[in-house]
């Protein structure tokens, strides 16, 4: 059966935008600089392996799950390692498809937005994490600053505790069937894992200065300098429009 990011060409939205890239890299080795030793590493969601090269010099095998066949192909173009393995399959069936408690660290990235049974697939990461095992899990932020002020503008000023998430979709994409994009409010997605047994070691906001503006203003590098530096005291504020955690399954 087709996957919805068969017919659509992620790699080409990722030119331009090296800035949310090099971001999302950051939060994920500095999470990874927590994790004193770590054998297996599993991606959900890999899509074409763009985040492999943060991680994989801590990991001695490597599964990257993916539900497009297309996006598979080109991650393992990319990736012909030994210690790396693909297994085509949504994060539905990933309990199905993976081991139980064979992982060490699961990272899971610009994926939740299009899941509303998010309690699902929490619940398969766990199932697939050995005890003490690490998660890495990014959302987008529902209450970042921008969503915050605009909401206020219009009068809604219980935005920042209504916990339901928002899809961001258009009324014709929805009426369409396509994708939800689905952002989530910090709060709920901090419950949630808490009661799927997960310990919340750290958060970090992400991409805190995305903007076409000072993308033109500034280098890649001038900008990742900066969201190096705010990337732990802005996490207070839930300030960015994408939020990273690590978490740790508590034993049984």
């Known amino acids: 059966m087709p996957a919805a990011y ?5 790699p080409a939205y990722w030119i331009g935008r ?9 939060a994920i080795r500095a999470f990874l600089r927590k994790i004193p ?24 095998k490597i599964i990257l799950t993916e539900p497009s066949g297309k996006l598979l192909k080109i991650s393992r173009l990319s990736y012909p390692e030994k210690n790396i393995s693909f297994v085509q399959t949504t994060a539905k069936n990933l309990s199905k ?14 994926v939740i937005h299009h899941v509303e049974e998010t309690d699902e697939l929490i619940e398969n990461v766990c199932h697939v994490l050995k005890d003490k095992g690490y998660f890495i899990l990014e959302f987008a932020n529902k209450k970042h600053l921008k969503a915050t002020f605009l909401e206020f503008l219009k009068g809604n000023f219980t935005f920042p505790i209504d916990i339901f998430p928002s899809d961001k979709r258009s009324a014709k994409s929805i009426k369409a069937a396509t994708l939800p ?16 047994d997960f310990k919340v070691i750290e958060t970090r906001s992400v ?19 900066l969201e190096k530096a705010l990337q732990v005291p802005l996490s207070y504020l839930n300030f960015g429009p994408s939020i990273f955690v690590l978490a740790q399954k508590r034993p049984h």
């Open 97 to 110: 498809k993976i081991r139980r408690k064979s992982i060490d660290v699961a990272i899971c990235v610009r």
């Open 18 to 26: 090296d800035y949310e890239h090099e971001s999302e890299v950051l």
């Open 207 to 225: 991409s805190n200065i995305r903007s076409p503006f000072l993308k033109k203003l500034l280098s890649t590098e001038s900008l990742v300098s």
């Open 6 to 10: 068969d017919n659509y060409d992620y």
């Open 181 to 196: 994009f689905l952002n989530y409010h910090p709060d709920e997605i901090t419950r949630k894992l808490i009661d799927c």
């Open 37 to 60: 030793k770590i054998k297996t590493v599993l991606e959900v969601g890999s899509g074409f392996g763009r985040l492999v090269p943060s991680y994989a010099f801590r990991a001695k």
